[in-house]
């Protein structure tokens, strides 16, 4: 299994990569390609954020070259910040009350797949 990682920062890509290693204990995992940000000896080297998270998920070209050297792609995405722009997923409902975490998860998951090319999202999503 060839893991692939979008997420908003270090520490976000060190927690993932932590419990994918710990729930495939075992396993054949090969490395855990962090995609977005790009890191360096654990160290960062291109610009993080969930501002970062999104505009990759509608890169098209680049989402399609992750799964040629990846069988799975994780998305981290937190949503603390949610209800600003781009990101643009609020926190309360149209009555004013807020959200579930299953009510937050799946609209955030929908932003998720809306940025991600169809064609794409077809092969990928599961």
Known sequence: MRFALITEGVSEHKMMRHLIEKYFKGHDLGPIRQIQPQLVNDKQRT?????????????????????????????????????QKPFDVSHTNPNNQVKTNSELYFEVVGKLKSLIHLEILGKIWQ
């Open 47 to 83: 610009t993080g954020g969930w501002p970062e998270v999104l505009k990759y998920c509608s890169r098209a070209d680049d989402l399609q070259q992750i799964f040629i050297d990846s069988d799975f792609l994780i998305i981290q995405i937190d949503t603390d910040q949610s209800q």
